[in-house]
């Protein structure tokens, strides 16, 4: 009996071959060559697909000598991207902020070769587009502007994000290419130059250095008359702003998958709610505030107008910070007051 449970055992053993492991490691330098510690490096084998659900991406962060080491359970071809957005180094993950003078380095891992080394040199520090946002008929700031940006020798290279500040302020980071870009807003006429440009002009950021830029928005013909900030509008007219309930402020959550759930108090005279779901870019995640708040659109989670229920159920998009708000809509379709941001944490 012994025998036939050690034959078994032998013959499952080689059925099932142990796993192989391979090895990627490398050095990351800035561009003048020295050793860059805390850079995120991943590498992302040529098969790689984002829509597919639950995909592992291995990455590392570089020592205090630039050195690295991501362990990859596939054979394959991979590149390696670095990403030290935190300090103004944009990921070159992005093709926007890929330059072509600099291709990204790949290697070659399978069962001949099971380790692989790679050098990362990082370009500049990225340029910054700077300035404030305003609305022309009311001076007041206009807190969240779209920025669409393209390289302008290749149209078909474009790169969208958001800038959402109180004050209207931005700082957007620029490619090390000439580039165009247009601005945005929800009820404002779009953007594409101080001087009433027809077309979007293509301008250049040097590395390390700012560009301002001051926004005049004109609003549009289907938003005129109506009250676009909470500024303007007057209480006992406009809805109060709904209590939020939960999450509570600052929550940090432990749990995967990141289903996560808003709850706030019903509004006397409210149709329906709307919510803003925003999540910090950078994967930053012991900060108090929210570093480059982005919208979150993911699509498997439901519309984020024209709730009914004072309650609203999605998926979060990673580990690090994310922030909500909600405000109700009357039967006239004017919007009320906005909730304050609450910020939660992710931790996986």
């Not at 050793?35 to 291995?58: L, M, S, T």
């Not at 570093?291 to 439901?302: A, G, I, M, S």
Request: net charge neutral; charged share 20%.
């Amino acid at each position: 009996m012994i025998s036939l449970l050690f034959l078994s055992l032998i013959a499952a053993l080689t059925w099932f071959p142990a796993q192989t492991n391979y090895i990627i490691a490398g050095q990351v330098n800035d561009n003048v060559g020295k050793a860059v510690w805390g850079v995120r490096v991943c590498a992302f084998a040529e098969d790689f697909d984002q829509n597919k659900p639950n995909v592992r991406i291995p990455c590392a962060l570089s020592d205090e000598r630039g050195q690295f080491k991501i362990t990859v359970d596939k054979a394959s071809k991979y590149k390696l991207f670095y990403d030290y957005t935190a300090r103004g180094f944009v990921s070159n993950r992005l093709p926007f902020f890929q330059q072509p003078s600099a291709p990204i380095p790949e290697v070659l891992v399978n069962d001949a070769h099971v380790q692989a080394w790679v050098t990362l040199s990082m370009l500049p520090k990225n340029g910054l587009l700077v300035g404030k946002s305003v609305d022309t008929k009311t001076g007041l700031p206009v807190e969240s502007i779209n920025f669409i940006m393209c390289h302008a020798a290749n149209p078909e290279i474009c790169w969208r994000t958001s800038a959402k500040s109180s004050d209207g302020d931005f700082s957007i980071p620029a490619p090390h290419v000439p580039f165009t870009f247009k601005i945005k807003a929800e009820g404002f006429d779009e953007w594409l130059g101080p001087n009433g440009e027809a077309r979007a002009t293509a301008i250049s950021v040097a590395p390390e250095t700012k560009a301002e830029l001051a926004v005049f928005l004109k609003r549009s013909e289907a938003a005129e008359g109506k009250k676009i900030s909470d500024s303007e509008k007057q209480p006992g007219l406009h809805l109060p702003a709904p209590n939020q309930l939960s999450p509570a402020k600052d929550v940090v959550f432990d749990h995967y998958p990141r289903l996560t759930k808003l709850e706030w108090s019903p509004v006397e005279g409210a149709v329906s709610y709307t919510v803003e779901v925003d999540y910090c870019a950078g994967g930053v995640r012991n900060s108090p505030g929210c570093t480059n708040p982005q919208p979150l659109f993911l699509r498997n989670n439901p519309p984020t107008a024209g709730i009914v229920n004072p309650t609203y159920e999605f998926t979060f998009v990673g580990a690090q910070a994310g922030r909500w708000r909600v405000w109700a809509v009357d039967k006239e379709g004017r919007e009320g007051f906005k909730s304050p941001w609450r910020r939660f944490v992710y931790l996986r």
